[in-house]
């Protein structure tokens, strides 16, 4: 059983540019909770997904949007990048509310 | 406002010491869960606590819960050096529907 994946590992992205991040829940899961975590800080909550729609979103701005598919898989796109957007990105599935599996990450570097 | 609030926030303790990490969160929540980072590495799920009193045991790890105190353990008897990581709680805030990590303890495990 495959657990959380996400794609892909590493990105380097330019300032001003866009970039959208991918991830495939835990076998069974429903639910897709997106975090960004700077270096040497604990995770920040981005937003949630249910039923492929937003269900809680955490204070981050509009550019940041997400999207979750029929197969609950899901996509993080940020546009016009932040240098202070670097930063891993980490994805965790669970069904509904109950224990979150976190997947590997993905380390965005805006240049 | 929801806080959740780690002490200490770095950890340098001997092998063979006990010692407790503590998390304390500022309103009332469903559910709280503990998770260690190792570095560059995603989290690894350790404990789901549901309830008032409940005490989770894992090798030379046990978690407990006081939902009155608002207040969650981990307690770590006997340290050995490949306990040497980033623990987090987390908590799901289901009034409000927020997950919010605490700010997390680096731990050191020195021979």
């Known amino acids: 059983d495959a657990g959380v994946t996400q794609s892909p590992t590493h990105l380097i992205k330019t300032r001003g540019q866009q970039v959208t991040l991918r991830c495939s829940p835990k076998?069974?899961?429903?639910?897709v909770s997106w975090y960004q975590q700077a270096l040497g800080q604990g995770p920040q909550f981005i937003f949630q997904?249910?039923?492929?729609?937003?269900?809680q979103r955490g204070n981050f701005p509009d550019r940041f949007s997400g999207h979750q598919f029929p197969n609950y898989s899901s996509e993080l796109n940020v546009n016009a990048l932040w240098l202070g957007d670097s930063a891993l990105y980490l994805c965790?599935?669970?069904?509904?509310?109950?224990?979150?599996?976190f997947g590997p990450g993905t380390r965005l570097t805006v240049t | 406002e929801l806080k959740v609030e780690q002490n200490p926030l770095f950890l340098s303790m001997q092998e063979g010491k006990n010692y407790t990490i503590y998390c304390n969160y500022s309103t009332t929540s469903d559910r709280l869960y503990w998770y260690r980072q190792d570095p560059g590495k995603s989290l690894e799920s350790l404990f789901v606590l549901l309830s008032n009193g409940a005490v989770k045991q894992e090798g030379r790890l046990m978690a407990s819960l006081d939902t009155k105190a608002r207040l969650s353990t981990l307690h770590i008897t006997a340290a050995v050096h490949d306990l040497s990581a980033t623990y987090f709680c987390?908590?799901?805030?289901?009034?409000?529907?927020?997950?919010?990590f605490g700010t997390g303890t680096r731990l050191q495990v020195f021979p």
């Open positions: 965790a599935s669970s069904l509904n509310h109950y224990e979150q599996y």
């Open positions: 076998s069974g899961h429903d639910t």
């Open positions: 997904y249910y039923e492929e729609e937003e269900r």
């Open positions: 987390l908590l799901v805030f289901y009034n409000t529907d927020k997950l919010i």
